[in-house]
């Protein structure tokens, strides 16, 4: 057995490097891609209406908006689309290409070339937004008993669409599909008994935008509002503690499903300079 244990750690000696080595090269690409680090908070209501959950206090009239909660983004630059217009006359002293890129007004130019009269226009850019949120604040409708916790996105991941990045406002729309998990969700009953749940489902939805560009330098940060609708309902539950029989007046699913505006700040990832001496452009809205 000896000779084989050394023949496996002489192997493991060997592949351990390139494998550390691969990983890091990985992890490098994913840093260059990154573009947006965000924090936000998220307010959240249903939509069609709720007829077990309510927003509200139980036994109180049923509230079909309110639930909240903070959420993390990061956003990673996929694409930009850039075509060839008609310059237009300029007044005053002609800048610098340097200049021109380091306040995020022209694109990279160097692959892509223009005939003379024509300069560079980037009016579409994609990204894809990792987005983690936890949102709380709902009830039970019935007041015979107490339903509380959290749901929490595992994550969500989000493409996006941006017209005209790097502008003052740029308005944006996209797509979005996560894994959504129950955190903490519980039923307490008028004996005080203890039902906790958990389960896990997915969601879809879509959302649009916009965010209010805001620079210092090669420094840059965004406030933006999004406004949007998302799909998520659990279709059954695990209840865990031991519980075997369950009353037949608690909820078997629980359907979240509504509209929801997100408002935050996404802080820009530092940019390298440019040979010349002009930063890259960067920086783009999606949460």
């Not at 490098?28 to 998220?42: C, M, R, Y």
């Not at 077990?52 to 309110?66: D, R, Y």
Request: glycine share 12%.
């Amino acid at each position: 057995m000896r000779p084989l244990r050394a023949l496996i750690l002489s192997v493991m000696v060997v592949a351990l490097p390139r494998a550390l080595r691969a990983q890091g090269s990985f992890v490098e690409q994913i840093f260059k891609s990154l573009d947006d680090v965000g924090a936000f908070w998220v307010y959240q209501g249903f939509l069609p209406t709720s007829s077990t959950l309510t927003a509200g206090n139980s036994g109180a009239q049923p509230k079909q908006s309110g639930l909240q909660g903070p959420g993390l983004g990061f956003t990673f630059h996929l694409t930009d689309v850039t075509t060839c217009v008609h310059r237009k006359p300029r007044e005053g002293p002609r800048r610098s290409p340097q200049s021109d890129t380091a306040q995020g007004a022209q694109p990279d130019t160097a692959h892509h070339q223009c005939p003379a009269d024509f300069e560079l226009d980037q009016p579409w850019r994609f990204e894809l937004a990792l987005i983690y949120s936890q949102v709380s604040g709902f009830h039970s409708q019935d007041p015979s008993f107490d339903l509380r916790g959290s749901i929490r996105e595992l994550p969500r991941l989000s493409w996006f669409v941006l017209y005209k990045p790097g502008r003052l406002f740029s308005p944006y729309f996209g797509f979005h599909v996560g894994l959504l998990q129950t955190q903490s969700v519980a039923i307490y009953d008028t004996t005080g008994a203890y039902y906790p749940m958990s389960g896990t489902t997915y969601e879809l939805g879509v959302a649009v935008g916009g965010a209010l560009l805001i620079t210092s330098g090669s420094e840059a940060m965004q406030i933006f509002v999004e406004p949007g609708y998302t799909m998520r309902s659990f279709s059954s539950f695990d209840w865990g503690g031991g519980v075997r029989t369950i009353p037949a007046r608690f909820p078997r699913t629980l359907r979240f499903t509504g509209w929801e505006v997100a408002v935050g700040v996404e802080i820009a990832k530092p940019q390298q300079r440019e040979a010349g001496g002009g930063a890259k452009p960067g920086g783009s809205p999606g949460s």
